[in-house]
């Protein structure tokens, strides 16, 4: 059910009680892109449809406009998108005042077809080839992020040297520590929940600064929804309060990474689970057994969806629980892949690869492309692995570096079947040319290094 219907939000205008209107897309990079509507238009007619630059799903983080795209170039003329509304994710932010958002699939502006490369699109794809197969998939992602004492826009006007965590000590479950940061950390929860997104706690994480926010698992699309909301809702929420939330995934070679761990579970059709089986062992059905074959067998492959920066595998470090290894273990968290809820209805995989960097929707396609083969091709799920999985010599690596999760990608003809050879050419340019400017770049490291000693 919808969390505001249009004609609730058609009162509201009416009343004077919302006055904008945020129109969003989705980017590559899991941003919210868009225009603020006058909400008087959008009840009157932008409802229907809107248009925004199709370069926006082919930039990088800083809006460059990279070559070597298929679908957009200065070739091309860089022409328009339709940003169609979803009304069922119309929803109040009250956090910002007068303000509701709504979140838009992309459609070509001639075809009317809807754009492939899409982050909602590719995961809808997904969506729709496990429900072929009779199965919805209900996730729940996790968000670390860190806070710091001061603003985004301060910390940028000091070059991003003056980064100070908001706890002066690993803050892992703390109550007195997490107590202090309520001022940011309570209206987060409460505005997030009263936005219909379905917060269940959050909670100090394992390092100075570091924070966990949980939201209850829903189908898949609504979660990814739910994690990019809540993401910006966090950012925003954290600059009111002249904070700045960081969801890189590395920002201290000293410090932990963050991380977004994904559980996941398939239902059947009528609603009962497919992945518990009381006579299984661990609870585990066959079916759930197969998919995480598949997620396991193929999680190389789709590494860049799960990391898809330079920065993201500098969070891959032994010691650290972020995971080196693809290989399944039962509730051990320095494992690629941990079973939660062994023996019990709740039982389900949890992905520990990505990082908080990651694009849920993209993340989400290529959890669920994985579990597919897995079931398609009637995968068998190996042994689980006990004790420190990060000393298991001879359990298969994850993708080290951005160059090799890459190539990885590029010869992985399970992803080119499931999602597509232009989404995947398009992903593979993305990650090029991160690696490309990163190359370009001569860095800090470089010169406090070599500028005497060299
Ligand atoms: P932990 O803290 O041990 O990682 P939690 O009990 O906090 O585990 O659950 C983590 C996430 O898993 C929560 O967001 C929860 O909503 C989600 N979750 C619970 N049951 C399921 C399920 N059957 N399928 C997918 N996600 C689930």
Not at 226 to 246: C, D, F, L, M, N
């Amino acid at each position: 059910m919808a969390i505001l219907t249009f004609e609730t939000l058609t009162e509201q205008v009416a009343a004077g009680t919302v006055d904008t209107v945020l129109v969003c897309l989705v980017d590559m990079q899991g941003r919210l892109m868009g225009k603020r509507f006058h909400a008087a238009n959008f009840v009157e007619s932008a409802w229907e449809e809107t248009h925004c630059c199709d370069y926006l799903l082919a930039t990088d983080l800083e809006m460059a406009t990279p070559e070597g795209y298929a679908a957009t170039s200065w070739e091309k003329g860089y022409g328009d998108y339709v940003m169609k509304p979803d009304l069922a994710t119309l929803r109040p932010l009250p956090w910002l005042e007068g303000t509701v958002m709504v979140l838009c699939d992309i459609i070509d502006h001639h075809t009317h077809a809807p754009v492939p490369h899409s982050p909602r699109a590719v995961l809808k794809r997904q969506i729709a080839r496990l429900a072929d197969l009779g199965f919805t998939a209900k996730m729940a992602t996790e968000l670390e992020f860190f806070l710091f004492e001061n603003s985004l826009d301060d910390i940028r006007k000091s070059g991003f040297r003056d980064l100070t965590p908001i706890s002066g000590y690993n803050e892992d479950y703390h109550i007195l520590q997490t107590t202090k940061e309520e001022g940011v950390m309570r209206p987060i929860r409460n505005h997030l929940h009263a936005a219909g997104i379905p917060v269940e706690n959050s909670k100090g994480e394992a390092e100075t600064g570091q924070e966990e926010l949980n939201i209850r698992y829903a189908d898949a699309l609504a979660c990814a929804d739910h994690h990019t909301i809540a993401k910006h809702a966090v950012k925003e929420i954290a600059w009111q309060q002249g904070r700045a939330a960081s969801f890189l995934a590395k920002w201290h070679h000293d410090k932990v990474g963050s991380s977004s761990h994904i559980h996941q579970s398939l239902w059947h059709e009528d609603g009962t689970g497919a992945f518990y089986d009381p006579g299984g062992e661990h609870g585990m059905s066959a079916t759930m057994r197969r998919y995480c074959a598949g997620l396991i067998r193929y999680a190389p492959e789709v590494t860049v969806f799960l990391a898809p920066y330079i920065n993201s595998y500098k969070r891959f470090a032994a010691g650290t629980f972020a995971p080196t290894k693809t290989i399944w273990s039962i509730d051990n968290r320095t494992a690629g892949f941990r079973l939660c809820g062994a023996g019990t209805g709740g039982v389900r995989m949890e992905c520990r690869i990505g990082g908080s960097d990651l694009n849920p929707y993209l993340a989400l396609a290529a959890q669920i492309a994985c579990g597919i083969e897995g079931l398609k091709q009637e995968l068998t799920l190996g042994e689980p692995l006990r004790g420190d999985v990060y000393k298991a010599g001879d359990a298969p690596d994850i993708p080290r570096s951005l160059r090799a999760a890459t190539e990885t990608l590029r010869g992985s003809t399970m992803l080119r079947e499931a999602m597509g050879e232009d989404v995947i050419d398009h992903y593979i340019r993305a990650a090029e040319w991160e690696q490309e400017e990163f190359d370009r770049v001569v860095t800090d490291y470089e010169i406090a290094r070599g500028f005497e000693r060299a």
